[in-house]
């Protein structure tokens, strides 16, 4: 499978990471190619809209890179400079592409954030079970709210459709990512998630380049980490750390305790 990864040209710290990353974790042969990201500053006053200078930016670097990708035969992965891939990624990538039919899907993501906290306990107790021998797989995102677009696959047969979507908005008003989000859910792209996350956030995703992140963007990186297939829970612990430190109000914490009951392993349904 070819992959493009989408990196500005000052960021020659990620690149080597990701690049690195990437050589280390292929066990397939897969291609790697760069593809140079728009800058916020090519942005500047060029495109209507009410999202900021990044945002745009950021959306027109992945019409960029699909754009370059409609080249490669078979289906593509298009991803941002801040994915991280493990060992298993790859033969986790190929599973889940297995699991569906070639005509049934348009897009699949490798790992997304999840923003509504039943669907988080939810897949807390999916992984749990795929650990312990349950099946690898694909979630339907029609119905799911989710956000991110740091790694998905594109089908083979779907580029022209998918890079018409993207290309066609005129104003933009919201990031890409809650774009594709609208999309699936409005059933004008076919979305799924390989579940559990195939690939992660890297740590360079802590510093993100379009903005500051907030308490809950972080929660919600927290979760990704954990969801992953490789996961190191002591990382999720870490991230989670930054912003939970002497926060939350005493309902709320109570809850958290009595919710950790019904969570635990050992708490039969």
């Known amino acids: 499978m070819d992959v493009f990864y989408i990196n500005l040209g000052a960021q020659t710290q990620r690149r080597r ?19 140079e990201a728009v800058s916020a500053g090519e942005m500047a006053g060029r495109i209507p809209g ?6 745009k930016a ?5 019409i960029k890179a699909l754009g370059l990708a409609k080249a490669s035969s078979g289906p593509v992965l298009i991803a941002e400079d801040d ?10 990538i190929e599973q889940a592409l297995a699991k569906i039919p070639e005509t049934a899907w348009d897009i699949i993501f490798t790992d997304v954030s999840i923003t509504n906290i039943h669907a988080m306990a939810d897949l807390l107790l999916m992984r749990r079970q795929a650990v312990n021998g349950g099946p690898f797989g694909l979630i339907n ?5 989710f956000a991110g677009s740091v790694s998905y696959i594109v089908n083979a047969h779907a580029k022209e459709k998918f890079l018409a979507l993207i290309s066609n908005t005129g104003s933009l008003d919201f990031p890409y990512d809650i774009h594709l989000q609208r999309a699936i859910a409005d059933g004008k792209l076919r979305g799924f998630v390989a579940f559990p996350f195939a690939t992660t956030l890297s740590p360079d995703a802590d510093n993100s380049q379009i903005r500051n992140l907030k308490a809950d963007e972080t929660a919600m990186s927290a979760f990704r980490r954990l969801m992953w297939l490789e996961r190191d829970i ?10 939970t430190q002497g926060a939350g109000d005493a309902e709320t914490q109570t809850f958290l305790k009595i919710l950790s009951v019904f969570l635990a392993p050992g708490f039969k349904q």
């Open 58 to 62: 950021c959306f027109h670097s992945h």
């Open 141 to 145: 995102l029609a119905r799911m709210p």
């Open 83 to 92: 994915i991280l891939f493990g060992t298993r990624s790859f033969d986790a």
């Open 234 to 243: 002591d990382d999720a612990a870490k991230t989670i750390a930054q912003v």
């Open 50 to 55: 009410r999202i900021g200078d990044g945002e």
């Open 17 to 35: 990471a990701l690049e690195d990353n990437f050589q280390a974790a292929n066990n397939k042969g897969w291609r790697l190619t760069r593809v």
